[in-house]
Nanobody
């Protein structure tokens, strides 16, 4: 049973930065697709960024390309999301998710495919 715990959310002004962390436990191997997803009030949950833990390939949603960076520290079993140039439209609850997958290829951005989820952390960006 994979357990995920997000941290690092908060309130920032437009143009600011935040780094989210996701502590991962219970994963039996490194063959996991990991991702960050977000859900704003009244909107569907959307994929932000994903990483194939085995090979490190990354994928980003169009809204965050060039501003957000997903990374992992395998020694610390932690997933990160560095968020720069934040905009009010980035305001949402951010979730970490995991999916057992192969060691090659991109981890999908489709939220429906992931079945391990964290509790989420709130990010609020003011104008």
């Amino acid at each position: 049973q994979v357990q995920l715990a997000e941290s690092g959310g908060g309130s920032v002004q437009s143009g600011g930065s935040l780094r989210l962390s996701c502590a991962v436990s219970g994963a039996r191997n490194n063959r996991n697709c990991m991702g960050w997803f977000r859900q704003a009030p009244g909107q569907e949950r959307e994929g932000v960024a994903t990483i194939n833990s085995a090979e490190g390939s990354t994928l980003y949603g169009d809204a965050v390309k060039g501003r957000f960076t997903i990374s992992q520290d395998k020694d610390k079993n932690t997933l990160y999301l560095q968020m720069n140039s934040l905009e009010p439209a980035d305001t949402a609850i951010y979730y970490c998710a995991a999916l057992p997958c192969g060691s090659r290829g991109f981890a999908p951005l489709n939220t429906a495919l992931y079945y391990y989820w964290g509790q989420g952390t709130q990010v609020t960006v003011s104008a």
